[in-house]
């Protein structure tokens, strides 16, 4: 397994997080200085549109801690073991989602 590769594209990933939880980030302060200055309908439309931002930074940030402790298994030299049963993930696994905890059997286990 290259653990080289997994590293490579999980930091690639938490770059591409970051710069997208500013922009959320952004967009959702954007909608607040606003909220003054519309209408009824237009409000309505801004605090839809502040929710959605706020769903979108709570999936980003779940994903960013998924990934962060990825980097951490990487590190420490435990990445690719499964946190459950400790056996080895799948590399095919692995190379759908490189932040993947567990192997198939305890994943299915917990669905
Ligand atoms: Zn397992």
Redesign the pocket.
Same mark, same amino acid.
């Given at each position: 397994m290259n653990i080289e590769l997994f590293r490579a594209r999980l930091l690639t990933e938490q770059n591409q997080i970051a710069e997208a939880i500013d922009q959320a980030q952004r967009a959702s302060a954007t909608v607040e200085l606003d909220q003054s200055s519309v209408g009824r309908v237009s409000r309505i439309d801004a605090l839809q549109q502040q929710a959605l931002a706020q769903g979108l930074l709570m999936r980003l940030n779940n994903r960013k801690r998924k990934v962060e402790a990825a980097l951490t298994r990487v590190n420490s030299g435990t990445y690719g073991l499964? %946190? !459950?049963?400790?056996?080895d993930?799948e590399p095919e696994r692995l190379n759908a989602d490189p932040a993947s905890v567990?192997?198939?059997? %305890? !994943?299915a286990e917990r669905q």
């Open positions: 499964c %946190c !459950a049963c400790e056996g993930v567990f192997c198939q059997m %305890c !994943a």
